[in-house]
């Protein structure tokens, strides 16, 4: 049951992303759109970069004064999945990989599953 949602949503997201592109080429043209497309994958494939190096900066510094790292896990995390839909071609992918990136909608995202991850788990502190 769970791939039957996966492809459907696959496939959703793929239609959804057509349409979009050609909504968007018939209104600046499709050679604007190409170009567009391509410099969202580009600029988001550095600021991806910037924004991976940065967490991995934090990452490193908290495991040297011995803390557990677990909001800059979280924040890797969302990072690579924001590449992942910046590689992807498509205009709906793209704002989504840049939302990811901005750190507000990140700690957004942290707040809400932690609180959700809190609610099914018990934690014993020593």
């Known amino acids: 049951?769970?791939?039957v949602r996966f492809v459907t949503v696959f496939a959703l997201v793929a239609l959804a992303e057509m349409a979009t592109f050609f909504w968007v080429g018939s209104r600046i043209?499709?050679?604007?759109?190409?170009s567009l497309a391509l410099a969202t994958a580009l600029v988001g494939s550095y600021l991806?970069?910037?924004?991976?190096l940065a967490v991995l900066r934090r990452l490193?510094?908290?495991l040297a004064r011995g803390e557990l790292p677990?909001?800059?896990?979280?924040?890797?995390?969302?990072?690579?999945?924001?590449?992942?839909?910046?590689?992807?071609p498509g205009?709906?992918?793209d704002t989504m990989g840049i939302l990811l990136l901005v750190p507000s909608v990140r700690d957004l995202?942290?707040?809400?599953v932690a609180r959700r991850l809190r609610d099914r788990f018990v934690v014993?502190?020593?």
């Open 70 to 88: 677990g909001r800059e896990l979280s924040d890797g995390a969302l990072i690579l999945v924001a590449g992942a839909f910046l590689i992807s």
């Open 124 to 126: 014993i502190e020593p």
């Open 48 to 52: 991806v970069r910037l924004s991976g």
């Open 1 to 3: 049951m769970t791939w």
């Open 29 to 34: 043209g499709l050679g604007w759109a190409s």
């Open 91 to 93: 205009f709906i992918t």
């Open 109 to 112: 995202i942290y707040r809400v």
């Open 60 to 62: 490193t510094e908290r």
